[in-house]
């Protein structure tokens, strides 16, 4: 998840006794305050001085399974507000207030508020809404989709699972990133008399980003009309990512993106 605005600490892991570790970027068993562990909708415990995602008790799996969440297996543990999720294998954590989870495997993790996620095998993490991820303990990769339209010639953002409300690309900024964007564009009416509804071209972006560096290519790989200036890149903001596209004035273009991004750790 993306750091709420005017903190620099988020959550980084829920342990098996409900307390949450944050993170900075860099530490990454950080302990909130109560108005850091309150900003991102936990439950601060003053008497400790620790922030809890739950109260662990006995009864937990129980009480779990009765808000239609499905788990199998040792060590898996939910946070509050986790509904219709399934868990299969062994020391898995979903964090906090995210619906629709999966994940097969284990010491899998799908980050507070990620919706829509699906991890399988070993040591991955979902970050992102919608992403399917495949963990192997000596990285991962994984996939997800963004959207949206451009109107004119300036640059706009992508929505991350054509979610209105997410253009960020979350990433964890202590490991080195390289990926892979298939951008298409159609489009689809506007008033300008260059070109017509149906001119479309296919846009790849590949890269590779270490701390706060990118380094990128973007290629027209076959395009269909009038679709000068018609591009697509990443930047960086913060420690995390946007894809932004610029079409043409007076152009109404739908954009369609399928991200494919492979995390290395050990470095």
Not at 16 to 33: C, K, M, S
Not at 128 to 148: C, I, K, M, P
Request: charged share 15%; hydrophobic share 35%.
């Amino acid at each position: 998840m993306t750091y709420i605005s005017g903190y620099n600490i988020k959550p980084f892991q829920i342990q098996p006794d409900g307390e949450v570790y944050f993170t900075d970027g860099t530490n990454n068993e950080i302990r909130a305050n109560q108005n850091q562990c309150d900003a991102y909708g936990y439950t601060y415990d003053p008497n400790t001085g620790t922030c809890k995602a739950f109260e662990f008790n006995s009864q937990m799996p129980t009480s779990i399974q009765n808000l239609d969440n499905k788990i199998h297996g040792p060590g898996n543990v939910t946070g509050n507000g986790v509904n219709n999720t399934h868990i299969n294998g062994t020391n898995n954590i979903v964090e906090g207030f995210s619906d629709n989870g999966f994940i097969s495997g284990r010491d899998n993790k799908i980050e507070f508020g990620v919706n829509n996620a699906t991890v399988v095998g070993r040591a991955g993490t979902a970050i992102r809404e919608g992403e399917f991820v495949v963990g192997s303990n000596a990285g991962q990769t994984s996939s997800f989709s963004l959207n949206g339209q451009s109107t004119d010639a300036s640059a706009t953002s992508l929505f991350v699972d054509g979610d209105t409300s997410v253009t960020t690309i979350a990433r964890e900024a202590d490991f080195p990133y390289f990926f892979t964007i298939n951008v298409f564009a159609f489009r689809t009416g506007g008033s300008s008399g260059s070109g017509a509804t149906g001119d479309r071209a296919f846009i790849k972006i590949e890269g590779m980003v270490v701390d706060v560096t990118i380094t990128q290519v973007t290629t027209t790989i076959v395009n269909l009309g009038t679709t000068a200036g018609w591009t697509a890149s990443c930047a960086i903001v913060g420690t995390d990512l946007l894809l932004k596209v610029v079409g043409a004035a007076a152009m109404t273009i739908q954009w369609q993106a399928n991200a494919t991004f492979t995390k290395m750790i050990g470095t």
